[in-house]
Structures are given as C-alpha cells and as structure tokens.
C-alpha cells in the first residue's frame, strides 16, 4: 500500500528504492510561469550530496536529476512535473550476507511485518536515498516562498553533546557538519571521527528557522501550523522528537514567562521574545518560525551488536555497508526542505481563504 | 475556511465554539455492527470535565452528549454518527472589557490576522471546550481498539519541574492532577495551587503508552506512524513539542546505546529495550509505543502582563474568565484521546494492506 | 463506514437518517465575512419543501435549520458552519409490516449487504430528506458564486415522455412541477396525478445551466470539470444518467458539427454554438454550462410488485409511505444546488492556480 | 496546479504531456505480493496501441513501458510503483503553423485561460497519449479484481448512428473497431474511412459490463458508486455523458417498469432484470454493472473550419497531424480502465467496513 504523498495543495509524491532502477518524485500543485531548470534543482541538492567530506558516507551518488514533464520553455506550465534520478552507483553485495537477520534500529524488521516481502538491498524506501527527492521537490517549492520573501534555514544545533553557542548562518557551508559555530564545528567533527573509528555513530539536533512567514498560515485545531511541522520533521529518516519555539523548555516555565509579550514595532504588532516559535493557537503570528528536531544516531553501524536472525534465532551482526557515522549533518538540507514543503503548502491553502 | 477533520479512514470532524450555541463531532469511518450508547461516551467525557478538583477551572459546563444519527438499536450503522453538546453555562461578560486588547500567548492575535473577525468571548475554536469532542469520538475509536486489545494510557509526567519517579496506573484517577506517582502527585498540586494564588500558571509533561499494538501499523515515508503521532498530538492545544521512545534523549546518545537489540520472547520477535517508543522506520514494531508531549503554561492568566491592543496602543492586561491554573492536567484525556484516534486510523489503513 | 463528505475546498459534509433525531450538515471552507442567517438559508429550503402541491409527497416537514457555529454577529467567520433540522414530523408505522420485505429499486437490500444492519424505518441515509441538506448547503455556496455574478437554474426538461418545448424562466417556479414550458407544465401534471392514481410513478429529466462561469475551472485529467460534475449530479438519489452539452446527442455527430466555432463577441472569446456545454478538455471555457440528468421514477409505489422476503422467500410488496410520484420534481433545487457545490469547489481550487 | 490522481485507497497519478519527454504513472496503494512483471503491462498497452489497422492514427508509438519501482523479485512490495515510457516517435512541425490559432473543439484554449502558458505541441496533458498511463494501471488493479473474479468488458456499442444488435464478447477484438457485433463492425468500419475522406471524424457510444461484482461496494451518499464510476468514465478525453443500466431510457419508465423484481437464484437473491445497472442506492447490488459513455467525434479534423487567432482575429484552420477518425474506438480500452480503477477503489475501501 503506502500512501507516499506530501502536502494537501502542493503535493509531492516520491517513489524509488535506494538499489532499484531509479528514485523519483511527481510534484503536482505547483503554479504555471516559474522558471525552473534542471541546473537549479541540480545545485539545490547537491548541497546535500554525500562524499563531500571525510565524515559523511564515500558513496558516490551521482544524483543528476532530469525534469520529465511539466516545464515548457523554461517555464512550469501548471501540470505536473515529474523527476527522476537513475541509482547508478549501486552496490548490494555487502547486504546479501546479513539478508537473514534484523538490523536493530533500522525498518527492515517493521518492512517485513508490514508487507511480509522486503527489499534486503539497502534501505528499500526507508534509505536516507528517498530524501534527495524530498530536496529537489522543496528547491521548486523555495521558489514559492522566495515570492513573499520566506527564507529557511536548518543547521546542526548539537552532536554528540556538544552544542552551537552562537548562530551564524555564514559558518553554516563553510563547515562539513552544517553548524553555525565555527569553534563547535570543529569538536563535533573531531566527535564524530572518534565514534566511527570505534564503529559507532553519533545522534544530534538539528534547528530550523523560517524567517518572514506573515501571520495568518496554519488552521485552528487539527491542523495547526505546528501540527503540520510537526508531522512534516517526524517524516524525517531517523527524526524521534520535534519542538517548537521554546518547546519542552515551556513545559518548565510560568505562564508570566512564557507568553510573549506583545508591542509595536513600526507599523507592525510583534512579540517581544518568540517562545511561541512564530505560532500562536496554530496560526503562524508573523515572527520567526523556529523548530528543532532530534535526530537519533545512525542505526546501521559496524560494531558488533546482539540480535536475532528472521527464524528468531540469536546471532550477532556488523553492518558493514556504506553509512554516515551521523546522520544528522545529513539531515541538515531535508529538515530544510520539510519545513520549505510544510510552509508552501499552508501557503496556498490561504490563498483560498484570503481572496475574497 | 478552517478544514477541521482529523484521520484519513476513522474521520473525526469537530465544529463549534466555547461560547456559541452548542459544540459537536461527525464521526465518519466507523465501522458497522458497534455497540454505542450516550450513557458510555458521557462516562469517558466524564473523565475530563472541569470543576472536578480545586485545581481545575470551576466552569460547571453540563457536557451532555446526545448521539443525533448512525445508531440504530444501540449499534452504529456504518453511517456518519453526530454528536452534539449544547452550551449551556456560558458566560462571556468578561471578555466584553477586554475585547480589544491583544492577549499574550493566545489564539485571538492570529485569527485576526487569519480570518479579519474574531468571536472575542471565550477561545472560540481554540479553547479546550472543542477538545471534549475529540474525547468523546476516541470513546468510539476505543471500541476498535479494544477488539485488538489495544490499551492507551496517559498520565502527568511533570509539572513545574516536578517529575513521577515511578509510573502506577492505578493512582493516575486517584489524585487530582492525573499523575502516577503518589508523592509526585502532591508536591505538584501544591505548586499548582501556589502558581494560581500569584495569578500565574505552570507547564508541564503528558506521557502516553500505547499496549498491544500490532506491529505494521504506519508507512514508510511521509505517514510514518511517529509523523500521524507528532501531527495528532501537537494539534492538541497549547502542546509545543512531542518526543517518541527515547525522544530528545536519542540525539545525546551512541548507535550502540540507542539501538535496541532484538531478543526472541516465546514466539515473538521483541526488543530488549524501546528507545525506539514502538517504532521503526515509521512503522510499529508491536513493543508498546510510548510518547510524550510539552504543554506549555495557560496563557490566559490574572497576573498583569504587558500589552497592545487592536490599534497597537501599549497597554496592561489582566485576563480574569475561568481557567486552569495547568493546563497539563486537563491534556491528560486528550492526549489519550488523539493517540486513539491516530491509532484507530493507522489501523483502518492496514486492513486495506493485508487483506489479500 | 461511509464517507459522507462533497467538495475538495469547500467541503460539504452530511449526516442524519430521515427517520432518526435530525439531520445536518458541516461546511468547512466557507471563507470568513460572508453574510449569513437562519432566514436566508430557510428560503432557500423552502423552495423544495414537500406539502406544496397536489403532487408531491403530503410530509409536512418543519425544516426549520438552525445555524449551531461558524457565524459570529450575523457573518462566517471562517470555522465550520454547522446546520441542523430536527425531523418532527415522523412516522415509522408503515415501514414496520413490510420491514423484512425487499424493496423493488431501493436502496434497502443493499444496505443491508453492505453494512449488516438497515434501518428500515424510511429511506435511512438513502431518504431524499438527506438532500435538504445538500441545498441548506449550497445556499452558502450560492453566495460566493454570486460574487462572479455566477447563476444556476434547473428544471424539469420531460416528465413521462413530455418534454419542455421552451425555455422561459420565470414560469419554473409558477408551475407545480417546475416546468420552464406552461403547456408542457399542465401535460406533466396531469401525467403525474394519472401515474399516481394508478399506484404507480414517472421519471424525468432535469437540465441545469450555469452563466457567467470563468474560463478556467476544472483539471486537465481526472478531474476535469465535466467529471466533477458528473460526480456531484449522479451522487442525487435516483439519478441513472449525465451528459454536458450536447452529450449522447454529440455521440451521433460529425465532428464539423459537434466543434463549436470559436468567434469573437466584443472583447470577448466566443464559441457560436454550445454543443461542449461550456467545457473544453475539462476546463470551463466562459460559455454556459449545461448538463441534463435522468431521474428514475420513484421506487416506493403502491401497486403490487412481486419480490422476496430477508429470507429469499417469494412475497408481494406495496409499499405505503408518503411517497412522491415522480422525484425528478423534487430533484430540481437538489440538481441546483450539486452544481453550485461543484462549481464553488472548483472555484476556490483555481484561485490557487491564479494567484501567482 | 492541476492535481491527477485517480482513488482514494488504489491511487493512480499520471503525468507527461504528449510531446515531452517521457510519459508516466506512480501507482501508490497496490498490495505486496502480487506477481507483476513489464510483459504482461505491456500486453495490455499493446492492445490499445495506434497503428494497429488502416482506421486509427498511423504514429507509432513504441508505448515500451518499464518499472521503475516497487517491485522486487517479480512481485509488488506494498510501495509506489513507477511506470514509464519514453516519447520517440514524436513529430511536432505540424503543431508549429497552427500555433496561434485556437483550435475548435479543442483543450488548447481553456489551458490558455487556466495557465496562461500552452504547450501547442500535440495535446499536452489532454492528448490521448496519457490514457496509456491509465491502461497501465488497470492492468495491476485488474488483477486484485481477478482475486474475486471480477471481469470488465468494454466494446463499442454505436458508431455513426450504426450500432450492434447483438454482443458476441469473442467478436470484440477480431475486428479494428472494437464492437462485439460482426455485421455492424463492417458497416462502422466502412462509415469511420468514408468520414476520413471527407476530412471528418464520427463519434460513438462505447458500453462497458464488470461481471461478478459483489454487492456492498460504493457509499450512500455522494461516493455512491454510480457517481465514482461517473467521475472515472467522464475523465476520459471527448466523453459527453454516462448513464448507468436502463440510464436515460429510465426517465421514460414508469416505476412499474423501472423496478427490477427481486427474485430467489440458487442461494442467492437476485433481480429478474437490471435496469439499475447493478447499482441501488449507490450500492452494489450483486447483479453485472453496466454503463455507457458517450464520446464526441474527434475534434482535430482536416476539414476546414472557422475559428479566430489568439488575439481574436478570424481564421480557417485545418488540423493536420495524425489524428483517429473516429476516437471511440480507441477509448474502449480506456473505459475498462476506468472503469477497473473505479471498482478496484470501491473495494479496497469495503474490505475496511467489512473487517470487523
């Protein structure tokens, strides 16, 4: 079964298995008149290409995208625009020899009771794989959001316990763990050789920050902005934990602390802190959309761990294939793209009401 | 505009305001042949209703639920079942002096931006009087659990820093604040009280477990079973962050430690640990699922906060009205009540899976 | 089960057995500041209330709507409209002698394969008193069509064989059987009160026009506006056929004849003639709308039908009731307001489109 | 913006225009485990592949449909499966003069109203080329309606006012214009050549028959099934109208006539005659589904017509192209399809009501 479609208004739908013929996405919402090539979507994800660094996975994708329909002339025409990228760097052979036993923390297991027939080979549709799709369907909806000046940012936040102390968007690129903290920059990195030398992998948050998202986007009840973002971060490979604003951090504070004040500002009412995360009653208030995630270690590492094989005999399994020590730097562009997809779709759900 | 419908397959549509005529529920998607009674749902309503305890908003709200359609001889139909609650003890007087002014941590901002009108009295669709429709349709949504065996139980975690060291259901309806810690019980209602006697409020922690359930419920990319979770829970009123399993802890720890090793229990293949909260690569493992919410303070407080109002004037507010000193507390069955419907959902979905 | 909901955007939601408490209806996505009463929405019903003639069914339905949400001071304000009519004026005694008979042509047996349980009081779900809700519904949506200057007419094309020769719309609501044609009206009727004597009933067919409409509504493939439309006319109970234009009719053309000429009028794109009914490839074209449904005369008739009991054992039928000798009259305000319901959904949807 | 997914459990999104790229389909909802493999879709294309007689289009699409995606090891896995073919035989200097002239009866202007960007070569999205997509797709349901030995034929019933006087299903495929009557086959194929020397098309009526299906499928009230199969068959290029069992003859019955007896067959109750079409109330009745289109002669004619350019001014325009005299013909596999996707729908979601 599988329902693999984001968003209600501008709908992306991915498909693809990391060791099959291709992976791809339909996106199929998008207005007509958006210039759009394949050379912009190609730079958007390459951002996020493993191979760039010594601490995120050598394999060497060559994820060149290709625009299949829905462009004219340069230009979206308003149907649906469908990408694909072949898999062609693909290697199954380090898989066939732990095919019989579960991989603790990864889906293989939960894939098997679900669908009784799994896809051994890599990661199947729960591969990291199927996030470049999530970036290159969010590069078209950027364009969107660029209209009324939204910008998103997403950043290593923390790794393996060591957090950013300040938060400079220049740093972000210039770093191999998307951190905005030059000096944290440096001790992750040098946490991260250290766990993958012992085998290991390390965990880590990830914030994101959507900047001039004008008030009035998200519903009054199931559908809250936050619950929108909230489900569009949890979608994430590897994500077990989403806040917003000041997050579990208000679960410890006094209502006179956390509500935020209002004043004026110019023409503007704005909040004088923003421990809301840009959200009040789930509708978005005009600051800054500010959210978090947690993103759990990777699950596929080399040191010896116990488990059982699929007849629930007990056996001991190193995965050797090829994975990030980190998933988390990782998860720096597709928490970026979520929030981009989660934002554009509210979008234009406003539009609806905002016509009259 | 304002769509107002939770689920895909088990549909729950709520509808009213705190202080209009009356507040209801459609259900659509329950299946035929159930056994439903007024008697029952108002017994699960019961649980939830205010002026129980001194720390609870002494609003005497009658909730009576009458069933309007979709039961026939005591059992649904299979068609849409329609609840209604009428409001009967509503008193907006004090809201009327305050109807201009911009309330901190409240809805009222934003829906002036969304909407351009607002119902000044109460929260309107964002007070937690809409939230006893979600109770009472996850009393219906119970009942298909219930076939499975499913159980889902939520309780107060923490309050203004105060957390249960041990978990024991059988206290969680014993004391008013719905926690399952004797001791911690206690300590948290005095704070509560003392917080209320300044005018102020207090955050706090809700934990929900959800046992028996099978595994294979969720889907592998965007609907991923902790994604419904995350969307459910933080559409919840004042909740501003969600966790599963180890959660937040997760991003702070090794592969080796996070990943739980699988064990054969019987006949079934178990984990011998669940940071994973009952879920891998966004499909249940059938260990129990565990989540937990933040709930930020009440906004609504008596303590004077700075303000503006509607024309941007500074001004001071104090917000008198009747409100919980915790709101925390009163989430407790509402937590319970969306991990159900969330459930009741994924469920539904997976019979159309393993039909053949 | 049983979904229950019409419209994608501006989303119709039914409930309510005409034999149970009430009946009602959710819009969620009507837009906020649109004014709106009881009154108004009551005109609109009474416009196809039963007990207005000779010749339509003796039921004296109150139909008295109340608005419970959605309008605060006399406007929408955005969240969801609830209406409800209280069925008073119920009586179950005739259904109880033939309630293990199967009904000839109605939706009885059915149900009952369906579900496993039937409310054999009156037509259930399946009762034409559903569709009250429908126009309280689409009296709503007549108003965002109004907005465009937006008109929808139906009425009665033939009765029994006898077929408006003219089209004259000030006569439909002047004549019981909402016949646009004086002389045909008088035929129909007399038609009508002779089936009638005879136990027996009469089908139609209805034609619905739709001015003013944009170029520009509807999607290129599955939901082209054709089939939207479509949907929503033979979603009306016992309507057996659809066609746009000139429909079955264009099935015996050429395509010189059938291609409309394209022409200009002003500063205006034209076609000479209409044959596509106002719809290109699925998208409006800023011509007339026009679609015609068949109406199968009424299922529940006095005269004697030979059928089966629960138990597949032989049985004669007469089915008692206060029953309408031929609902293709009572079918045209419902025919009306299904294609304001698949218009303003259609409507709001490009609004998406034209944003940009 | 353009949304194209067909169902709701069984999902079908086509995308690809004409003269683009490529051509495809992700069908998302298919079960694990069923045997699928290129060959046998490609059987099925094949069937409606141009080329095949002196009497339908001469291009020759090579139509070479591959998986892309979720299928491993020669069965579904439960994910998204992705099919494509790549447009070769592409010719698009014919499009080139006529560019700036609006096309009678065609989709070419609407799509300029709705999206303000056209692409003039071939039919874009409105070209029958995307029906492939759907054929592809009803090839996998086709074999879950298999499992409950639900079968679909489709022929062509008239042509040119010629139509079959009996229904031999062994005839349909032994002559090129699909109809199960020898001797009308001749004479339709002899008026569709002489209409082509006269640079005309001719329309035609195409009727379909799904046998074995089980009572209990479509929904009450506006998801009746009647309304489903409506939206599906009217989503086909060039169709004008739908009726379903006695259709629009029922609006001439009187409810005698009309109201098929129930009757005892064997174990099972039945009706004596169908002029529901297997469907009563928007159920299933458990008696053969029978339906009807009407299609329009095709509108790309030789022929010299009156039209105006895109800035109004008038014109004669003769489409040259490769285009079917008759596209009828060419929709017989078309209208199985959607008519296969529509009950494949129906029945996934009736496993959900009937589960408990």
């Known amino acids: 079964m599988s329902y693999s479609t984001f968003g209600k208004y501008f709908r992306v739908t991915t498909w ?7 992976i791809g996405a339909v996106i199929d919402g998008c207005r007509p008149g958006i210039e759009l ?15 760039q660094s010594s601490i995120v996975t050598p394999r060497k994708e060559e994820d060149k995208v290709e625009i299949l329909s829905g462009v004219f002339e340069g230009k979206t025409t308003g149907t649906p625009i469908s990408l694909i990228i072949y898999n062609r760097d693909v290697d199954s052979s380090k898989y066939e020899k732990i095919k019989s036993l579960i991989r603790p923390g990864h889906a293989m297991f939960t894939y098997m009771k679900k669908y009784g027939i ?15 799709m999530r970036v290159a369907a969010a590069a078209i909806a950027k364009k969107i959001l660029a209209e009324k000046s939204i910008k998103v940012t997403a950043y290593v ?13 220049a740093e972000i690129q210039k770093n191999p763990v998307n951190c905005p903290d030059k000096e944290a920059a440096k001790k992750i990195e040098k946490a991260i050789l250290k766990a993958r030398g012992e ?15 004008p008030a009035g986007l998200g519903d009054p009840v199931f559908d809250k902005l936050e619950a929108t973002i909230a489900q569009a971060l949890m979608s994430i490979p590897a994500v077990k934990g989403v806040e917003i604003g000041a997050g579990f951090q208000s679960a410890r504070m006094k209502g006179s602390q956390s509500n935020d004040a209002f004043a004026k500002k110019g023409n503007k009412i704005i909040t004088v802190t923003n421990n809301a995360g840009g959200i009040l ?27 059982v094989d699929v007849s629930g005999k007990k056996q001991t399994i190193r ?20 929030m981009i997809l989660a934002l554009a779709d509210a979008m234009m759900k406003q539009e609806m009401v905002s016509r009259s």
């Open 157 to 169: 936040k923390e790794v393996g316990g060591i957090a950013a102390k300040k938060i400079d968007y």
């Open 118 to 132: 799994y896809d051994y080979r890599g990661g199947g549709r729960a591969s990291a794989r199927e996030t470049a």
């Open 37 to 51: 090539s394949e050379e912009y979507i190609q730079k958007e994800l390459d951002r996020r290409k493993p191979g």
């Open 16 to 22: 693809g298995e990391s060791h099959g013929k291709a």
């Open 199 to 213: 085998g290991d992998s390390l965990g880590g948050i990830v914030e994101v920050v959507a900047e001039n998202v």
């Open 281 to 307: 009653g789930g509708i978005s208030n005009g600051m800054p959309i500010l959210a978090r995630v947690a993103v759990k270690p990777t699950s596929s590492i080399l040191k010896e761990q116990e488990t």
């Open 319 to 338: 995965v050797e294939g090829r994975h990030d020590p980190c998933v988390a730097i990782r998860a720096v562009p597709v928490v970026e793209a979520m």
